[in-house]
């Protein structure tokens, strides 16, 4: 805030105190995709100590990520990839992959072990129905030489981790690449990697362009400000730079992957033979996660010209101190 409009009738708030703009947004390496920006005022009676407590859900995001974003990504490549973070609204689980809670009931909890063929961790052998839930004998309620609530659920939560994560988005992806015969590819990015996405560059700066220029603190003034950065950005090709910034990146990974390798290799020289046939053999698959197939073809060759990137942003339209004169 410029000095002449600090004054001894400034008061405090503290930071995020306000309404908001909450915006989906993409873009590529060639700058935003403006026609996919979804805009919408924040409910301020929802916040509390969370900024997410807003309108921070899957509901918004799903209908966007399914209506807006897949359709303008087969328009710009229909093999394009959309690279997605770990925030929680993103990466939403299907009802399958959810871990079991105790709240779903005995008997439920029992099955989910059968169907998931949990087994004994000190014998390995696969659990009965009788194992878990144990017998009722005529004319009783109560069963008997079963496992108990905790441990039930416990067995159910360790079988449910030797799954495979699958996430809503996946789902999407799928029908519409069936629907519309495209090749779009979902990629989620590690945890705490946002080097990795090059649209945190891109919000960081739109954040610190507003923050820097907001003298009338309004909505409207807030929203024009954001759209002022965009323009700025594409014209400085701030997108690129960011973009080559992210592969920078990767390249430091994939230096420090292959000194790790190296090191791996020298210290198990003297392994048996077998062993490092066995090794070599699984060595390819190694590194791929389960947001991604081992079938589907090397992603490395598609990311530097064909990214969306969805995360969601706010836009404060308070910063940590304002004169209420200009309200």
Request: negative net charge; hydrophobic residues 30%.
């Given at each position: 805030?410029?000095?002449?409009?600090?004054?001894d009738?400034?008061?405090?708030?503290k930071?995020?105190?306000?309404?908001?703009?909450?915006?989906?947004?993409?873009?590529?390496?060639?700058?935003?995709?403006?026609?996919?920006?979804?805009?919408?005022p924040?409910?301020?009676k929802k916040?509390?100590d969370?900024?997410?407590?807003?309108v921070?859900?899957?509901?918004?995001?799903?209908?966007?990520f399914?209506?807006?974003?897949?359709?303008?990504?087969?328009?710009?490549?229909?093999?394009?990839?959309i690279?997605v973070?770990?925030a929680?609204?993103?990466l939403?689980?299907?009802e399958?992959s959810?871990s079991?809670?105790s709240?779903?009931g005995?008997?439920k909890l029992?099955q989910?072990c059968i169907?998931?063929n949990a087994?004994?961790?000190?014998?390995?052998?696969?659990?009965?129905w009788?194992?878990?839930y144990?017998v009722?004998?005529?004319?009783k309620?109560?069963?008997?030489?079963?496992k108990?609530?905790?441990?039930?659920?416990?067995?159910?939560?360790?079988a449910?981790?030797?799954r495979?994560?699958?996430?809503?988005?996946q789902d999407?992806?799928?029908?519409?690449?069936?629907?519309?015969?495209?090749?779009?590819?979902?990629l989620?990015l590690p945890?705490?990697?946002p080097?990795?996405?090059?649209?945190?560059?891109?919000?960081?700066?739109?954040?610190?362009?507003?923050?820097s220029?907001?003298?009338?603190?309004?909505?409207?003034?807030v929203?024009e400000?954001?759209?002022?950065m965009?323009h700025?950005?594409?014209?400085?090709?701030f997108?690129?730079?960011?973009?080559?910034?992210?592969l920078?990146?990767?390249?430091?990974?994939?230096?420090?992957?292959?000194i790790?390798?190296?090191?791996d290799e020298?210290?198990?020289s003297?392994?048996?033979?077998?062993?490092d046939?066995?090794?070599?053999?699984?060595?390819?698959?190694?590194?791929?996660?389960?947001?991604?197939?081992?079938d589907?073809e090397d992603?490395?060759?598609?990311?530097?010209s064909?990214?969306c990137?969805?995360?969601?942003?706010?836009?404060r339209?308070?910063s940590?101190?304002?004169?209420?004169?200009l309200?």
């Amino acid at each position: 805030m410029d000095p002449e409009l600090r004054d001894d009738t400034m008061e405090k708030y503290k930071t995020g105190r306000g309404r908001r703009w909450c915006i989906n947004g993409a873009g590529t390496k060639d700058g935003w995709l403006v026609s996919v920006f979804d805009i919408w005022p924040g409910n301020v009676k929802k916040i509390k100590d969370d900024y997410h407590a807003e309108v921070m859900d899957g509901d918004r995001y799903t209908t966007w990520f399914k209506t807006v974003l897949l359709p303008a990504t087969r328009a710009i490549d229909p093999r394009g990839i959309i690279v997605v973070d770990r925030a929680s609204y993103h990466l939403l689980l299907t009802e399958d992959s959810k871990s079991p809670q105790s709240n779903w009931g005995l008997q439920k909890l029992v099955q989910y072990c059968i169907d998931n063929n949990a087994v004994d961790d000190q014998t390995g052998q696969k659990y009965s129905w009788e194992d878990l839930y144990g017998v009722v004998p005529i004319g009783k309620k109560q069963r008997k030489n079963g496992k108990t609530m905790k441990e039930i659920v416990a067995i159910a939560r360790a079988a449910h981790s030797k799954r495979t994560k699958r996430y809503k988005y996946q789902d999407w992806l799928r029908e519409f690449n069936e629907k519309h015969g495209s090749d779009i590819k979902g990629l989620a990015l590690p945890a705490a990697h946002p080097r990795l996405n090059p649209i945190e560059r891109c919000w960081g700066r739109c954040k610190n362009y507003v923050a820097s220029n907001n003298r009338t603190f309004t909505m409207e003034a807030v929203k024009e400000l954001f759209m002022d950065m965009v323009h700025i950005m594409d014209e400085e090709k701030f997108w690129q730079q960011s973009f080559d910034s992210m592969l920078e990146e990767m390249k430091l990974y994939e230096k420090a992957d292959n000194i790790t390798t190296q090191e791996d290799e020298t210290d198990d020289s003297d392994i048996d033979d077998v062993v490092d046939d066995s090794l070599d053999e699984s060595g390819d698959n190694s590194s791929s996660n389960g947001d991604v197939s081992n079938d589907d073809e090397d992603l490395d060759d598609r990311i530097p010209s064909r990214v969306c990137s969805p995360p969601r942003m706010q836009l404060r339209i308070r910063s940590k101190t304002r004169n209420p004169n200009l309200d």
